[in-house]
């Protein structure tokens, strides 16, 4: 186990962990940061966000550090400069779109701290606007970008119904070239690199900065 004086660095989730279930950071939570940075123990988030929604609370508590983003597939500097990727297979990506387009599914892809949509509507507004993501960028056909921009992720927005039977079919696409996941939210999917995680973001870092995984807990709802 370890100990309080034995902390180096604390790796810290924000949506359900660093902020509350309103989306919002509780004056407790944020004088325990506080406390941490004070006792010179480096603050590191590990979100599914993008570093462009993740930078206000980075900001307002003074993190002097690296961040893990986009569900461990970015690992930027303290100044944003990109460190470490992961990024999914074109071809993949490329099978995928057809298929969402085919059957009228939204998707939305991640590139660094871009958001990219084929059109803006109310279905891709509301499950990035509210979580403090900034607003997509509407360019037309997304299979334009595949190849040209790094893809670090796809979000695919539909009914829940439609998304459960969706999951099975993208699973036998995607096979071992690509990873599926819904944190919690039945309205949403999830396409990603094969063994993305925050966890696994984190090792990289670690051996950058010479700490052992010993003197480094990390919290998350999940």
């Known amino acids: 186990?370890?100990?309080?004086?034995?902390?180096?660095?604390?790796?810290?989730?924000?949506?359900?962990?660093?902020?509350?279930?309103?989306?919002?950071?509780?004056?407790?939570?944020?004088?325990?940061?506080?406390?941490?940075?004070?006792?010179?123990?480096?603050?590191?988030?590990?979100?599914?966000?993008?570093?462009s929604a993740a930078l206000p609370f980075i900001e307002k508590l003074g993190i002097p550090s690296a961040g893990i983003f986009l569900q461990g597939l970015?690992?930027?500097?303290?100044?944003?400069?990109?460190?470490?990727?992961?990024?999914?297979?074109?071809?993949?990506?490329?099978?995928?779109?057809?298929?969402?387009?085919?059957r009228g599914f939204q998707a939305i892809l991640y590139s660094g701290t871009r958001i990219l949509v084929r059109r803006?509507?109310?279905?891709?507004d509301a499950v990035l606007i509210p979580f403090h993501e900034p607003a997509p960028e509407a360019v037309g056909p997304l299979q334009n970008?595949?190849?040209?921009?790094?893809?670090?992720?796809?979000?695919?927005?539909g009914e829940p119904q439609a998304i459960t039977a969706l999951r099975w079919q993208l699973g036998h696409v995607a096979g071992t070239a690509g990873r599926l996941m819904q944190a919690g939210w039945p309205n949403m999917l999830e396409l990603l690199p094969p063994g993305a995680s925050e966890g696994a973001m984190l090792a990289p870092l670690l051996a950058d900065l010479q700490i052992p995984p010993t003197?480094?807990?990390?919290?998350?709802?999940?």
């Open 1 to 51: 186990m370890t100990s309080t004086s034995s902390i180096r660095l604390i790796a810290i989730d924000i949506d359900g962990t660093l902020l509350n279930p309103q989306s919002e950071l509780t004056p407790r939570v944020e004088q325990a940061i506080r406390g941490a940075l004070a006792q010179d123990i480096q603050i590191v988030l590990a979100t599914g966000k993008s570093r």
């Open 120 to 124: 803006r509507s109310p279905e891709t």
């Open 74 to 102: 970015v690992l930027n500097d303290a100044q944003g400069k990109l460190l470490h990727q992961q990024t999914l297979d074109a071809n993949l990506l490329l099978r995928v779109l057809t298929i969402l387009e085919d």
């Open 145 to 157: 970008f595949v190849g040209t921009v790094p893809i670090h992720k796809l979000l695919i927005v």
């Open 215 to 222: 003197a480094v807990p990390a919290v998350g709802d999940a």
